[in-house]
């Protein structure tokens, strides 16, 4: 199962079900998909949240859904996934992956898709591509960490704890698992209090989409631009509407 919902109309939080850990077959792979079709199509979406139950985050592939498929259909599973993971990095919002406990293979790929990651004490990682005789993660780790701290993970694929990940700079916090959510729930709600088209314009030049030059001009003509300069010199809060 994959549950959509919205504790606020400017949050999106999307919720891995399918115990015990959270793997994606192709049918919950196309749930995730729509998921995040909705949050592109709702404007009031100012940012989303992606995390797991059952005290998982994403264990990736079903590997027993894998057993049945020859080796074309497999690399095309395989594709498939990684497919996937790209949709949810070009995603229009910012994402944050809040992780609590395992989060190997194919879900250390999905979480590094995400935008931030938040991690819980308890949560476990691992690439672990290396010990199925397959490759993952390596473009999107190596990117956020360096090669240096990445590749011993990668080619190991031994797991490593919260804080590794914190310490290697894969994790931007780590909180109790009991507080996970409630860490990733504020962060998003100050996301969502800045101006939504500044903070679309921010992710595609941080991802590598976009540069600040090609952004400035149509940003400096936005209402929002003109509201916050009007709130400073009133000293007020600003109050964004995304136009």
């Known amino acids: 199962m994959i549950h959509l919902s ?7 939080l ?6 015990p850990a959270n793997v994606l077959a192709m049918a919950e ?11 592109e199509a709702d404007k009031a979406v100012r940012v989303a949240i992606l995390t797991g139950r059952n005290g998982a985050f994403c264990t990736g592939d079903d590997l027993a859904e894998s057993l049945s498929r020859d080796v074309e259909t497999q690399s095309a599973a395989i594709l498939h996934f990684l ?48 010990r199925m005789g397959l490759t993952a993660s390596a473009g999107r780790l190596t990117t956020l960490i360096g090669a240096s701290r990445a590749k ?8 490593f704890d919260a804080a590794r990940a914190l310490a290697d700079g894969m994790a931007a916090e780590v909180h109790p ?10 962060m998003a709600k100050l996301i969502a209090s800045r101006a939504p088209l500044a903070i679309e314009a921010t992710k595609r030049v941080a991802s590598g989409v976009s ?12 209402a929002d631009h003109a509201e916050a300069r009007a709130a400073f010199i009133a000293k007020r809060p600003a109050v964004f509407e995304g136009r």
């Open 177 to 186: 698992a009991e507080g996970l959510l409630e860490a990733a729930l504020a």
């Open 83 to 130: 497919a996937m993971c790209d949709t949810v990095a070009a995603c229009r919002v910012p994402v944050i992956a809040a992780v609590d406990g395992w989060c190997i293979g194919g879900g250390l790929e999905l979480a590094l898709a995400a935008d931030i990651r938040l991690a819980s004490e308890r949560a476990s990682f691992a690439c672990s591509a290396v």
């Open 211 to 222: 540069t600040t030059e090609a952004e400035t001009p149509d940003l400096a003509a936005t």
């Open 14 to 19: 999307i919720e891995l079900d399918t115990a």
């Open 152 to 159: 011993p993970h990668l080619l190991t694929g031994a797991p």
């Open 6 to 12: 919205y504790p606020q109309p400017t949050i999106a």
């Open 29 to 39: 792979r196309a749930r995730l998909l729509d998921a995040f079709a909705q949050i």
